[in-house]
């Protein structure tokens, strides 16, 4: 009898917020032919997350695991073994969560599943958790079929120098979904009068979770710079996260309470995109960084850290990287100097990037 039931692919996340590797994989999975493949989800939290109706309401469904302690290591373990003992529909993993990647793929191949592991990132941070981290997610080399990354950086930072030329690597694009990005004017002149913003205003952008590798501090420093020589600009930040709080502090401490505008976690990124005039991105490290993309896809005039975003990111000639050791003046003077023009109403060739593709 043929089987039409579609191939259910295991996605296996942290969470699924509004985070860049989480935002890359809805994309896929609204284009996808759903008839022929569905993904679920495990996700290690019990907490209800951003995508979690949207999965749904697609089909998936989705299953939690405790988060690994180092405490529970044995309990972990077992959770997953429970999980495929239960679940032999399943025969791909796709995984995301990289610091026990070694632990759930190795069970995974055990029960026969294809496994896939994804590296959205080229650090663990800093500190001992880090330190840790990187020994716990060394053998995932050796036990995934497939070794994925966002970019060529990104997986010979998880995989090895010579992850590239091995046969089961590939660099996979982030897609997007590049109509909802392209510039329209009264697009850009609503999300403006939501917050009170003239036409006559720079608007300074970003988005990011509010976390050590995004680098909001300085960011703070370079709009401080800015708007010393433009008192009436603006600095829009998108997301939220752990140092919120401490970035409110910096704003308050440069007494820039009144030209720092905080969203929160949205999602109706493309239109916040619109009412920006540049966007910054200068992130201590970067697996790929799509929100530079996607600020191109919108005719953004862009400026990210030549150390810590990948090249690749640089799709247009809307990019200037700068380094992180040039400070705060010259970024800003980089950026207010700048004497690049741009029509923001010309459609921008993205193919390579189209989540539709």
């Known amino acids: 009898m043929k089987n039409d039931s579609p191939i259910r692919v295991l996605q296996v996340f942290a969470r699924m917020d509004r985070g860049g590797a989480e935002t890359m994989i809805m994309n896929v999975y609204r284009h996808i032919d759903r008839s022929k493949v569905q993904f679920d989800f495990i996700v290690h939290t019990e907490d209800h997350c951003d995508y979690d109706e949207e999965i749904k309401k697609l089909g998936g469904k989705i299953f939690h ?33 990289r610091s026990t990647a070694a632990i759930y793929l190795k069970i995974a191949n055990q029960f026969g599943l294809v496994t896939i592991a994804h590296s959205h990132s080229t650090s663990s941070g800093k500190g001992i958790a880090a330190v840790v981290k990187n020994i716990m997610q060394f053998p995932i080399r050796y036990e995934a079929d497939y070794l994925f990354a966002c970019s060529k950086k990104a997986g010979e930072w998880l995989y090895g120098k010579k992850a590239p030329q091995k046969e089961n690597f590939f660099v996979i694009k982030n897609g997007i979904e590049v109509e909802k990005y392209q510039f329209n004017p009264i697009t850009r002149q609503r999300a403006r ?62 007494k820039l309470q009144d030209s720092v505008i905080f969203t929160g976690v949205r999602d109706d990124v493309p239109d916040l995109m619109q009412a920006m005039d540049v966007f910054v991105f200068p992130s201590h490290f970067e697996g790929f960084g799509i929100a530079l993309i996607e600020a191109q896809m919108s005719g953004l005039l862009c400026y990210a850290s030549s150390e810590g975003v990948p090249y690749e990111t640089r799709i247009t000639n809307l990019v200037d990287y700068i380094s992180l050791k040039d400070n705060a003046f010259i970024w800003a003077d980089n950026i207010l100097r700048n004497k690049k023009t741009n029509s923001r109403t010309e459609k921008i060739k993205t193919y390579m990037y189209d989540a539709k593709k």
Do not use: C
């Open 65 to 97: 695991i405790h988060r690994y302690t180092g405490k529970n290591h044995f309990q972990y373990k077992n959770e997953w073994k429970t999980f495929f003992k239960n679940h032999p529909e399943y025969h791909i993993i796709h995984g995301h969560v």
């Open 193 to 254: 009068e939501e917050f009170g913003i003239k036409d006559s205003q720079l608007v300074v952008g970003h988005v990011g979770n509010f976390t050590y590798p995004k680098n909001h501090k300085f960011l703070v420093d370079i709009f401080n710079e800015i708007h010393q020589e433009k008192p009436n600009s603006v600095l829009l930040l998108v997301g939220d996260g752990e140092l919120k709080e401490k970035i409110e502090q910096k704003v308050a401490e440069y």
